[in-house]
Nanobody, 121 residues
């Protein structure tokens, strides 16, 4: 089995900074990519940032220049540093991981339970 556990998040004032982290444990043979989605009430889940095993990153246009994703695949972890938080950033942030659990076969996607990010005035 694979477990994806997020930490961090919480409440921050607009313009402030917050970080969230994610660790994958269990039957992890090889990580392909990790990243974060977010979902605000009444909105669709959207990709925030991702990083692959080669170090390539991708960001939503709305967070470019403000958010930074970093990987620690040696520890099956990924971190998201969020700066200059805006009122449109509050959401539940979900970590995901694409990984292989065995040397052969296909990769699968696993999700965490989510962590809340709230921005106050």
């Amino acid at each position: 089995q694979v477990q994806v556990v997020e930490s961090g998040g919480g409440l921050v004032q607009a313009g402030g900074s917050l970080s969230v982290s994610c660790v994958v444990s269990g039957s992890v043979f090889r990580l392909v990519a990790m990243g974060w989605y977010r979902q605000a009430p009444g909105k669709q889940r959207e990709l925030v940032a991702s990083v692959n095993s080669g170090g390539g990153t991708d960001y939503a246009d709305s967070v470019k220049g403000r958010f930074t994703i970093s990987r620690d695949f040696g520890n099956n972890a990924v971190h998201l540093q969020m700066n200059s938080l805006k009122f449109e950033d509050p959401a539940v942030y979900y970590c995901y991981a694409y990984l292989y659990t065995t040397p052969k076969g296909d990769w699968n996607q696993y999700w965490g339970q989510g962590t809340q990010v709230t921005v106050s005035s």
